[in-house]
């Protein structure tokens, strides 16, 4: 059953921006490994709002009760690009529709595809617009099977490619692992052509992983196209932007170099999904790094 809120979009907006006013710029504290050396220079740069997004899995359970009010309100918060993880019942143009209406657009989007038929997700693609599509979960026990894995990514984005899509792979902690000393994630690295899969680094699951987002930006450099932009509590539990301890200012200033195209927000669990997109997207119009 819809809430008031859900049925008035009205009164969505109005709370939106009353929440809103004081979740403005909170305090950052550093949670990068001493590998990446303190940035020297001015804090200046800013994140173009081109490439400010939203991961919709953080909005899940209010898009699943009200999808056009959501978007809706995402589109009032001053998105204009969302990544996608499933179209919540509605065919790939029925949602196109609902992002034009909107004017929002899926820049990106997470599907699957061992199991999937890939030319018909090249065709969804398509419909809804989006040219970068990721693999979001993939978990083994042994380093053969990473290993067999990673071949079968890499031909699901050789397809990817050839049809104009870009295809990538979105960590958790667990790649990050050693497996009878060999990390998952390198194996994916080295057993995939970086012509046809990129890497989307989620901030929050490469600490927790217990590596440096710097380090591992630098160790594939050029691959590396897409952020998950995830805060972490001191307890490891996730926080909206600019409330845990990660310090993204830094990660940014020292990884602006190179093909990064999209900063995503993301929270796991949200307290309030609609709140954390409004933190969200108010913390990267305005960090400075």
């Known amino acids: 059953m819809m809430n008031d809120n859900a049925r008035n979009p009205l009164s969505r907006r109005h709370l939106l921006r009353t929440a809103a006013a004081g979740a403005a710029a909170v305090g950052l504290t550093a949670a990068l490994p001493a590998t990446a050396a303190a940035v020297d220079h001015p804090r200046t740069r800013r994140i173009p709002k081109d490439r400010i997004s939203i991961q919709l899995y953080t909005l899940r359970d209010v898009l699943g009760e ?88 890499d031909r699901a984005g050789e397809a990817f490619r050839k049809a104009g899509i870009a295809y990538g792979y979105h960590n958790h902690a667990h790649e990050f692992q050693p497996i009878d000393g ?12 970086p012509r046809n899969i990129h890497f989307e680094y989620d901030l929050y699951w490469v600490v927790t992983g217990g590596a440096d987002p710097v380090r591992e930006y630098w160790r594939r450099f050029g691959r590396v196209r ?51 997109a409004q933190v969200g997207f108010d913390y990267l119009s305005n960090v400075r790094f």
């Open 226 to 276: 897409q952020f998950h932009v995830k805060d972490r509590a001191a307890d490891g539990s996730f926080a909206d932007l600019g409330e845990g301890t990660i310090d993204f200012p830094e990660i940014f200033a020292r990884t602006w170099r190179g093909p990064m195209k999209q900063y995503i927000v993301e929270n796991d669990q949200p307290r309030d999904a609609l709140h954390s």
């Open 66 to 153: 009200d999808t056009e009010g959501t978007l809706e309100a995402l589109a009032d918060i001053g998105y204009r690009s969302v990544e996608l993880a499933g179209t919540y019942g509605r065919s790939a143009t029925e949602f196109r529709a609902l992002l034009d209406r909107y004017h929002l657009r899926a820049t990106s989007a997470h599907v699957g595809f061992d199991g999937a038929d890939v030319d018909q997700l090249i065709e969804d693609a398509r419909i809804i617009g989006y040219s970068v599509a990721d693999c979001a979960w993939a978990n083994y026990s042994t380093i053969e099977e990473w290993t067999a894995f990673a071949r079968r990514l």
């Open 182 to 193: 060999v990390r998952p994630m390198d194996v994916i690295a080295e057993n995939t052509d």
